[in-house]
């Protein structure tokens, strides 16, 4: 009965490659994110989308591409992989809370290494 | 600009004492504040939060603190065990959610 899933857990490609990661979340939850955390533990939101709409989306390369084929799943592809892009992407998924406070449960996160 | 900062990325503690891990935010329009614990190759859990319009929450174990006037904001940790070894983080929304650094914390026996 995980809350918000992601496959794979690790992501081993070369670089050039085109990569795809799948988040699923079973909490009935309208929002969702993709996240990436650095080598320093600092944690950036990339993505969020509501209702399969795209709400949020930051100063990220076009080769990363989010998307929702429902209001439960977030996927994230990845064209071109670059030694950059090596790091941990988490999903995330949120309700939308009264007062506008939103508490955001993340997945475990999928570990991809670019060589 | 956005900016949620951390005072010390590290803190070792001894069994059994209080916790308290320091954090610094930038924007004084933020309104909602959440602080997370990351435990090594998880990701990050809510462990509590704390609106604007509230200087003091409590749940179990934990107190965060807000300090609107210097804008910092701080979890307290009540008698500390080595399950509470993880990375911390504290988090400010506005609009989207801006995390700090981290703050890692580890709990000696």
């Known amino acids: 009965d995980t809350a918000v899933s992601q496959t794979p857990k690790y992501l081993v490609t070369q670089m050039g490659n085109d990569k795809s990661i799948k988040c699923e979340q079973n909490?009935?939850?309208?929002?969702m994110y993709w996240y990436k955390q650095d080598s320093k533990k600092f944690l950036k939101i990339m993505f969020s989308?509501?209702?399969?709409?795209?709400?949020i989306n930051e100063t990220v390369p076009n080769r990363f591409s989010p998307k929702s084929p429902d209001k439960a799943h977030l996927n994230l592809h990845i064209n071109s992989l670059e030694l950059g892009d090596s790091a941990v992407y988490f999903c995330?998924?949120?309700?939308?809370?009264?007062?506008?406070?939103?508490?955001?449960?993340f997945g475990p996160g999928t570990r991809l290494l670019v060589l | 600009g956005e900016s949620v900062g951390l005072h010390l990325p590290t803190l070792s503690v001894q069994e059994g004492d209080n916790s308290i891990i320091n954090c610094a935010y930038s924007?004084?329009?933020?309104?909602?504040f959440i602080w997370y614990k990351q435990e090594s190759g998880k990701g990050p859990q809510f462990i509590i939060d704390?609106?604007?319009?509230?200087d003091k929450r409590q749940g179990q174990r934990v107190t965060v603190l807000l300090n609107k006037t210097v804008k910092h904001l701080s979890l307290q940790i009540a008698a500390t065990q080595p399950g509470d070894s993880a990375v911390y983080f504290c988090?400010?929304?506005?609009?989207?959610?801006?995390f700090g650094q981290g703050t890692e914390l580890s709990v000696k026996p």
């Open positions: 988090a400010e929304k506005r609009g989207k959610l801006i």
């Open positions: 704390i609106r604007s319009n509230m």
């Open positions: 909490l009935g939850h309208d929002t």
């Open positions: 924007n004084s329009a933020s309104d909602y």
């Open positions: 995330a998924s949120s309700p939308i809370g009264r007062g506008g406070e939103e508490t955001q449960y």
């Open positions: 989308y509501n209702n399969k709409e795209l709400i």
